[in-house]
């Protein structure tokens, strides 16, 4: 095949060697090569920015997957000290897991139902500030039973607590499905 090739090549040399280099063109590239001065050179600062641009984009990407690793394990963290709480029965702990995966998923859930992302913001900003009013009242209620022991109407009221954000959460996804149909 390239024995072919060649031989074609060389028997049309003529006709495919049809076009001069411009007046000077010899002159110009044997003066770079003296320099030192790459042809290629010109390409590169063209491409410059552009290879700028895109270092900048994969640092923000490597950046933005980081955050929300450290953010979702933050998270899982305090879950895990929430959930095992001193003073706290291992069934009132596997009640209060049960509660707290059940809210972690319905918060992913807000971001799927949501129109845009403005949206979602603004839903995620007032349902965490009705979430942490809840927390506070639900740290009241556990450093009651860490003072007085499990008693039988703080447990309800801290196993209410849970139940309330996962009904809370529950008419919020309503909502948004509603809207979204």
Same mark, same amino acid.
């Given at each position: 095949m390239m024995n072919n090739l060649e031989k074609y090549i060389k028997s049309n040399q003529k006709e495919l060697n049809n076009e001069k280099p411009q007046l000077g063109h010899f002159y110009r590239f044997e003066q770079r090569l003296q320099n030192g001065q790459s042809p290629f050179k010109k390409f590169y600062y063209q491409n410059r920015y552009l290879m700028a641009g895109a270092a900048a984009i994969i640092v923000l990407a490597v950046l933005t997957v980081g955050v929300f690793r450290v953010d979702k394990h933050a998270f899982k963290s305090f879950v895990k000290r929430d959930v095992q709480h001193v003073g706290v029965s291992p069934e009132l702990q596997e009640v209060i897991a049960f509660y707290t995966?059940? =809210?972690?998923?319905?918060?992913?859930?807000? +971001? &799927?139902?949501?129109?845009? &992302? /403005?949206? #979602?913001? !603004?839903? !995620? &900003?007032?349902? /965490?500030?009705?979430?942490?009013?809840? +927390? =506070?009242? #639900?740290?009241?209620? &556990?450093?009651?039973?860490?003072? /007085?022991?499990? +008693?039988? !109407? =703080?447990?309800?009221?801290?196993?209410?607590?849970? !139940?309330v954000r996962k009904e809370f959460l529950d008419d919020v996804i309503q909502q948004l499905k509603s809207n979204k149909l």
């Open positions: 995966f059940e =809210v972690e998923e319905q918060l992913a859930e807000i +971001d &799927k139902y949501s129109s845009d &992302k /403005n949206e #979602a913001l !603004r839903i !995620r &900003k007032m349902v /965490n500030d009705q979430i942490n009013l809840l +927390d =506070v009242s #639900a740290l009241q209620l &556990k450093n009651e039973l860490e003072l /007085n022991g499990e +008693d039988e !109407r =703080v447990c309800q009221a801290l196993i209410n607590n849970h !139940r």
